[in-house]
RNA sequence: GCGAAAGUGGCGGAAUUGGUAGACGCGCCGGCCUUAGGAGCCGGUGGGGUAACCCGUGGGGGUUCGAGUCCCCCCUUUCGCACCA
C-alpha cells in the first residue's frame, strides 16, 4: 500500500501544475491549433454530485488528450450562479442569497480543485457578479432598440411553487422543468424575446450540424415544429368580428362543418355577449380555465365542448357553420381556432360524434368507395380526390391545397403561411436573484430602456424574502423608486428578472474576455477560438439551453458582435450517473458523495472509473466493486513502476539498434498497438472506456516479462522496451489519471510534467505482426486457426490447412466447390 | 399513440463496422503465501457433453461462402414528444 498513497500524490501535483501555471492560456498562440473544449457551467447548488464529476472527467480527459497532441487547449469553468434555489435557501433559513451562493461556490471550487482538473482558473467567472450581469442587461438593450426584446400580455405558464411564470420550453407535460410542481395558465405583461425570428435559420442549421448527436438535433426540430398551411378567416354570422384558423389542410374546407375555439380564444367574450347559451358557455370555460395544463391537456381528457350559440360563415362555400368551444384546441398552436373537417380529421370526427354534428365526406380515396358518413368509423385523413368542394372537383387534394391557397389569396379571405411551434421567449421572472431588467416605467415615456453609462442596475442587497406576493424588488422603495431617462419626471423600475438561461447563453464566450469592462467580449481576442470544438453537457438540455444559446449567437451576429452563425461544432451529451439501477436522490437514499470517494480513493480512481465503467454517452451505475478494481489496477502499476525503474535503462536512453525479436518484439508491438487504439478511441471515437482497458491490457502483457529484469545488458533489448512500455503507459493514462501519471512518470526519471509531454505516436513498422493467426472455415463453421507468416498467399494458407487435421477431416472425400481467402484473416472451404 | 435508441456470460461492457463472439473489469471457483485476512500472487471461468463435438449475441424469417453486425416481421426496455389543426 505504501507504493501509492493518493491523497499525499494528488496534493502534491496539484500544487505544482498551480506553481508553473500550467493550465493557463494567455494569448492565442498563432503557430498552434486552438481547441475549446467547454463543459456545461454547475449551478452552485452547494457541493458536486457524481453527474458533474462524470462531465468533468470526460471533458478533461479530451482536453488533456488535446493538449498534449500540442494543440493549444482552452478549458475553463464557471458558475451559473443565479437561480431559485439560492432565493429558497434565503426564504427558508434567513440567508442571503448572494452569500449562500459565494459560499457554494467556493465549496464546489475547492472540489474541482481536488478533482485536478485542468482549468484556466483565471478565466473563471459566476454570472450573478455584476460584471457579469451587466452585460446581460447591456445585450437586453441592444435587443430592445433593435425590436427583439419586446414587451405584451400573454397568458403564460405559471408555477405556483416557483413563484414565476416559466417559457413553454421549461414546462415539461404540464409540470414545471425545475419542481415538477403543476402548472397554470395566467395572463401576464412580460418582456419576449423574439426567437421566432430566427425560427427558420435555428431549423435550416440543424443540417449543417453534423456533429451532434441525430437525438438532440430531431428534438430541436420537432421543438421548433414548423408546418406549412393556409390561414383562412371566417366571418362571424351577424357580426364584424373575423375569426382566423390555420389548417395544413385548406383542400378539405368544404367539409369543416364547425369552428372550434381554445377557451382562452381572445373573441370569446364578444362573441358570448348576447346569445342564450352564455351562462353554459361561461360555466364551461371557468371550468377549463381553473385546471393546470397537466390534466388539461392529457391523454385521456375526454374531448368536450360547448356550442356558442354563433355561426361563421365559410368563405369558400358560404355555408354558416356553429362555433363551438372545444378543450382539445389548443391555444399556442396556429391561432387558437380551428375549422373542424370530421370526416378527415381524427378529433374532429371524435367531437363530431360526441355532439351530433355534420360529417362530411369532402375527400374520396383513390382507388375505393365515396366515403359514406353514416358507417365511417373514424376519419380518412390520407390525400384522394377532392369532391363535394365546388369548382375544385376532381383535383388530387395534395396537389389542390396549393391550388385553393392561392384562391384564398385572390378573394382576400386567407392567405398561405408557415407556422412555427416554438413561441416567443418570454424572459421575465417574478424573483429575486436574477439579472434585473434594465428598464424603467414611466408614466408619461412608457418603459424607458436605462441608459448604457448607468449601467449595471445593481440587485439591492438588503431585501427580505417572505415568499410571497410576487417579485421581492417591488417591495424596495430604493430600488424601484427613480426618474424617467428621457422626461426625467418620476418613475418606476421594472421589477422583474431575467431567466436564468439568458446568463447561460453567451458565458462561454466571455470566459474569452472576462474581465472587458467596457464590452461583453472582444471577438477579436475570441475567434480563433469559435465554434467551441466540444461542448459536453446532459441531454435535458436540448430544447431549452442549447435552442437559447444558438439564437443568442445569431443574434449577436446580428448585432455585428460575432462573425459566427452556430456556437457550437461538435456536441457530447453524458449519460446519467445511476447507483443499483435508480437516478441518485436523496429521496432514495442512494447518492454516493465525491468527497467520500476522493477520501478513500483518490481522485484519479474516480476519474478512471468514470471513463471506464461505461461508454460516455451512456448511463452509467455507480459500482462500488468496480471503482475498487480501478484503485487495484492503479496500486499493482504504482508498485511495479517503484519495483522496477531502477533496473531499467535512464531516461531518454537512444532506442537500441538492429532489429528486435522474441519478448522485445511483441512487447513492443503491443506498445505501439495500444498507442493507435488508444488514439483512435480517444480521439474521434470519444469512447472513453476502451482506451482503459488497452491500456489495462498492455500492462497485463509487460508484468510477466519483469521477472526477466535485473540481470544486467543481455543484449535482448528487453529493459529498453521496457522503459518504452511503462513510459507509453504512464503517457496514455495522463488524460484519465493525471495525478498518477505525473508521479510514475517521475519514478522513471523523467523531470518535466508529464501533461506537457507529447502525446506518443504508434509506429506502423512495429505494430505489424509478422505472424498471423488464420481461421479456417469448413461451409462457415470454424475448424483450426493456423498460425502462419503475415502476407502468405491463397495457394500457401490452402495447402497449410489441408495439412490440418482438424480440417482434413471435413474435407475427406467432399468435392471442394469454392475457397474464400481474406489475407491475413480468414479462409472458408466451401464443400459439397 | 408517434419518433429515436438499445437488447451480447452471473454483472458492467468489448468486437477496428460483413470475417476467431465474450477484450478489459467486477463476481465466482481452485491453488500458493499466511496464526489470520474483505491483503497480495498464480491459474480457471458462456452453456451442454467422459469425449470427438454440439449449442449460443431478445424471438421468428431472409440475404450471404460467412450475420452480434445488413433486410423484413414480432417482443421487451429506456428516452423524447404527446390532441401541433
Redesign the pocket.
Given at each position: 500500500?505504501s507504493d501509492y498513497d493518493p491523497m499525499a500524490v494528488e496534493a502534491r501535483w496539484q500544487a505544482r501544475w498551480d506553481r508553473a501555471g500550467l493550465f493557463r492560456v494567455d494569448d492565442c498562440d498563432p503557430d498552434r491549433k486552438q481547441y475549446y473544449c467547454l463543459e456545461m457551467l454547475p449551478y452552485p447548488s452547494g457541493k458536486l454530485h457524481m453527474g458533474h464529476v462524470r462531465n468533468y472527467a470526460i471533458g478533461d480527459a479530451v482536453a488533456r488528450f488535446h493538449r498534449m497532441q500540442g494543440e493549444q487547449v482552452l478549458h475553463v469553468i464557471g458558475w451559473d450562479s443565479f437561480g431559485l434555489p439560492a432565493e429558497n435557501a434565503a426564504i427558508q433559513k434567513g440567508e442571503a442569497p448572494r452569500r449562500w451562493t459565494l459560499e457554494n461556490i467556493a465549496t464546489m471550487r475547492s472540489q474541482l480543485q481536488r478533482l485536478g482538473l485542468g482549468y484556466d482558473w483565471n478565466r473563471e467567472i459566476a454570472t450573478c457578479l455584476p460584471e457579469y450581469y451587466r452585460w446581460n442587461q447591456w445585450f437586453f438593450l441592444r435587443m430592445l432598440e433593435k425590436g427583439i426584446a419586446y414587451r405584451t400580455s400573454r397568458p403564460l405558464n405559471w408555477c405556483d411553487s416557483c413563484n414565476t411564470v416559466l417559457a413553454n420550453e421549461q414546462v415539461?407535460?404540464g409540470r414545471c422543468w425545475r419542481c415538477d410542481s403543476p402548472v397554470a395558465r395566467r395572463q401576464f405583461e412580460q418582456w419576449f424575446l423574439k426567437i421566432t425570428d430566427y425560427a427558420q435559420e435555428l431549423l435550416d442549421n440543424l443540417n449543417g450540424l453534423e456533429s451532434w448527436p441525430?437525438?438532440v438535433r430531431?428534438?430541436q426540430q420537432?421543438?421548433i415544429?414548423r408546418?406549412e398551411?393556409a390561414e383562412v378567416a371566417f366571418a362571424v354570422d351577424g357580426s364584424d368580428l373575423k375569426i382566423r384558423?390555420?389548417?395544413?389542410?385548406i383542400d378539405t374546407i368544404y367539409g369543416a362543418t364547425y369552428l372550434?375555439l381554445?377557451a382562452e380564444h381572445p373573441d370569446i367574450p364578444e362573441l358570448i355577449r348576447d346569445v342564450a347559451e352564455r351562462k353554459a358557455v361561461q360555466a364551461f370555460l371557468d371550468e377549463q380555465l381553473a385546471r393546470n395544463l397537466e390534466d388539461?391537456?392529457?391523454?385521456t381528457?375526454?374531448?368536450q365542448g360547448v356550442f356558442t350559440g354563433r355561426y361563421a360563415v365559410n368563405p369558400f362555400s358560404g355555408e354558416k357553420v356553429p362555433i363551438w368551444i372545444g378543450?382539445?384546441?389548443?391555444?399556442?398552436?396556429?391561432?387558437?381556432?380551428?375549422?373542424s373537417?370530421p370526416a378527415h380529421?381524427?378529433?374532429d370526427f371524435?367531437f363530431a360524434r360526441k355532439y351530433g354534428l355534420t360529417i362530411r365526406p369532402v375527400v374520396r380515396p383513390v382507388d375505393g368507395e365515396p366515403l359514406d358518413p353514416a358507417t365511417m368509423e373514424g376519419a380518412f385523413s390520407d390525400y384522394g380526390i377532392a369532391c363535394t368542394s365546388g369548382r375544385f372537383d376532381g383535383l388530387h387534394t395534395e396537389a389542390a391545397g396549393e391550388v385553393m391557397g392561392r384562391h384564398a389569396e385572390e378573394h382576400g379571405f386567407g392567405k398561405r403561411t408557415v407556422?412555427y411551434?416554438l413561441k416567443d421567449w418570454g424572459i421575465s421572472r417574478q424573483r429575486y436573484w436574477g439579472t434585473p431588467i434594465p428598464v424603467i416605467h414611466c408614466p408619461d415615456c412608457g418603459p424607458v430602456g436605462v441608459p448604457d453609462d448607468q449601467l449595471p442596475v445593481l440587485l439591492p442587497e438588503e431585501i427580505e424574502f417572505s415568499g410571497e406576493g410576487g417579485s421581492p424588488l417591488a417591495r424596495v422603495p430604493s430600488f424601484v423608486e427613480t426618474s424617467c431617462p428621457s422626461c426625467q419626471g418620476p418613475a418606476r423600475r421594472d421589477t422583474d428578472t431575467m431567466d436564468t438561461f439568458v446568463d447561460s447563453c453567451w458565458y462561454y464566450f466571455r470566459y474569452l474576455d472576462p474581465r472587458n469592462g467596457d464590452q461583453p467580449f472582444d471577438w477579436e481576442q475570441a475567434r480563433s477560438w469559435f465554434p467551441v470544438d466540444l461542448y459536453i453537457g446532459g441531454?435535458?438540455h436540448?430544447?431549452m439551453h442549447l435552442i437559447y444559446t444558438r439564437f443568442w449567437t445569431m443574434m449577436m451576429r446580428d448585432l455585428g458582435l460575432v462573425d459566427i452563425d452556430e456556437p457550437v461544432l461538435r456536441l457530447f451529451t453524458q449519460g446519467m450517473v445511476n447507483k443499483d439501477g435508480f437516478k441518485m436522490s436523496k429521496s432514495r437514499g442512494n447518492v454516493v458523495d465525491p468527497d467520500d470517494l476522493i477520501e478513500r480513493y483518490g481522485a484519479d480512481t474516480i476519474r478512471l472509473f468514470s471513463l471506464?465503467?461505461?461508454?460516455p454517452d451512456?448511463?452509467?451505475?455507480w459500482?462500488e466493486?468496480?471503482v475498487?478494481?480501478?484503485h487495484?489496477?492503479l496500486?499493482?502499476l504504482a508498485?511495479t513502476v517503484g519495483r522496477v525503474a531502477s533496473h531499467l535503462p535512464a531516461s531518454g536512453t537512444p532506442e537500441p539498434m538492429g532489429e528486435c525479436n522474441g519478448d522485445t518484439l511483441l512487447l513492443r508491438r503491443k506498445t505501439h498497438q495500444t498507442i493507435a487504439r488508444v488514439t483512435?478511441?480517444l480521439g474521434p471515437?470519444m469512447?472513453l472506456?476502451?482506451p482503459?482497458?488497452?491500456i489495462?491490457?498492455l500492462?497485463?502483457t509487460a508484468?510477466?516479462l519483469l521477472k526477466r529484469l535485473g540481470g544486467g545488458d543481455d543484449g535482448s533489448g528487453l529493459p529498453w522496451a521496457l522503459r518504452e512500455c511503462f513510459e507509453t503507459v504512464a503517457l496514455l493514462l495522463t488524460p484519465f489519471a493525471p495525478h498518477f501519471a505525473e508521479d510514475i512518470w517521475e519514478r522513471l526519471g523523467n523531470r518535466r510534467f508529464i501533461s506537457d509531454a507529447a502525446w506518443p505516436v504508434a509506429r506502423q513498422d512495429l505494430m505489424e505482426e509478422d505472424e498471423?493467426?488464420v481461421?479456417v472455415?469448413v461451409?462457415?463453421?470454424?475448424?483450426a486457426?493456423l498460425t502462419v507468416a503475415a502476407g502468405v498467399d491463397r495457394e500457401v494458407a490452402l495447402a497449410a490447412a489441408r495439412e490440418d487435421e482438424?480440417v482434413a477431416?471435413y474435407l475427406d472425400g467432399k468435392q471442394l466447390r469454392?475457397v474464400?481467402f481474406?489475407p491475413d484473416?480468414?479462409l472458408?472451404l466451401?464443400v459439397g
Open positions: 500500500m415539461v407535460s441525430e437525438k430531431s428534438m420537432n421543438w415544429g408546418s398551411g384558423v390555420f389548417t395544413t389542410r372550434a381554445a388539461r391537456f392529457a391523454d381528457a375526454e374531448k378543450n382539445f384546441v389548443l391555444t399556442d398552436v396556429g391561432s387558437g381556432a380551428i375549422m373537417v380529421d381524427e378529433r371524435a407556422t411551434r441531454v435535458e436540448a430544447t471506464f465503467a461505461a461508454p451512456r448511463g452509467l451505475d459500482n466493486a468496480g475498487e478494481g480501478c487495484r489496477f496500486t499493482r508498485r483512435f478511441n471515437r469512447h472506456n476502451i482503459v482497458s488497452a489495462m491490457e500492462v497485463n508484468t510477466p498471423v493467426t481461421v472455415q461451409n462457415g463453421k470454424l475448424r486457426r482438424g477431416r469454392k474464400i481474406v484473416k480468414l472458408n466451401v
